[in-house]
């Protein structure tokens, strides 16, 4: 049974793109698959004539798509991002197959939350910044020899993956929670942005990284609670732990 009401939590975030052209055609694929969610952080040229050329009958969703600043507002209410990668990156994300990564996206979207399924520019795809931002990557295993598909082709490959899911997908009520309540909601990315900036502080402040500079830890930090996925309620009580924690360093200095 098609699932039409969890196709519209999922949004395709292209970041920086370089050919309008390709927005175009990414519109196009969207649409094919009955998804019509696009949202476009800062691209180098502004939408053109070349770009709804090749959208063929997409210019809605074309013209709908919102034009924002940077990948951290395209994606500040969604609970689930996945990056796109055409190559291995020094980031250590968990890495998923294109039908594994819709699976999670239209079962998220499915239980009622925003998702979104991020892809980088055609020459250098997604900053290390950026993949930091997504709690997987996922990557079409191509040949390893030839592994970049054009912009658009990608889009196309993880929307037919996606409709593939939505088809077979049956609305799963929400489970209950162990103690039995309601389910918590996940937490969001900007909660989770303004927990990992209260964690870096704390750690600075009860002195842990001793003079080591402190990414490598952070990095660590981020993908064990990211992958964590916790709620709402989780964040607030990992949150109090900080906040007791800097209000003792305080007391100590
Ligand atoms: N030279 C770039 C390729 C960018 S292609 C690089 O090395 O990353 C533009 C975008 O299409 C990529 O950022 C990615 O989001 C998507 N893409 C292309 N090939 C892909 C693949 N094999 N698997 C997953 N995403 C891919």
């Known amino acids: 049974m098609s699932d039409q009401t969890a196709a519209v939590r999922i949004r395709f975030v292209l970041v920086g793109t370089q ?9 196009r694929a969207l649409k094919t698959m009955g998804l019509a ?7 180098e040229k502004p939408l053109d004539e070349e770009a709804f050329r090749r959208s063929a009958g997409a210019e809605d969703v074309l013209g709908d798509a919102p034009v924002v600043a940077t990948l951290a507002e395209a994606v500040a209410d969604c609970t689930l991002v996945l990056g796109c990668t055409a190559r291995a990156r020094r980031v250590q994300l968990e890495e998923l197959l294109p039908a594994v990564a819709a699976a999670r996206l239209a079962d998220k979207a499915g239980e009622g939350a925003e998702v979104a399924l991020v892809f980088g520019r055609e020459r250098t795809g997604l900053t290390n910044e950026e993949l930091q931002l997504c709690h997987a990557a996922v990557h079409i295993p191509s040949d390893p020899a030839f592994s970049s598909l054009n912009l658009a082709a ?10 593939m899911r939505l ?6 009520p929400a489970l209950p929670s162990a103690d039995g309540g309601a389910r918590e909601q996940p937490a969001s990315h900007e909660q989770m942005e ?3 900036g209260q964690l870096g502080q704390t750690l600075d402040e009860i002195d842990f990284h001793k003079g080591r500079a402190p990414d490598s830890a952070m990095r660590k930090l981020r993908r064990l ?3 964590a996925e916790p709620s709402e309620q989780e964040v607030r009580l990992l949150r109090g732990i900080l906040a007791d924690a800097q209000r003792m360093a305080k007391l100590a200095r």
């Open 167 to 172: 088809l077979q997908a049956t609305p799963v």
């Open 19 to 27: 050919h309008p052209g390709n927005m175009g055609a990414a519109a």
């Open 194 to 196: 303004s927990f990992f």
């Open 225 to 227: 609670f990211l992958r």
């Open 154 to 163: 990608a889009v196309q490959v993880l929307a037919y993956e996606v409709r």
């Open 37 to 43: 969610r696009l949202v476009l952080v800062a691209p």
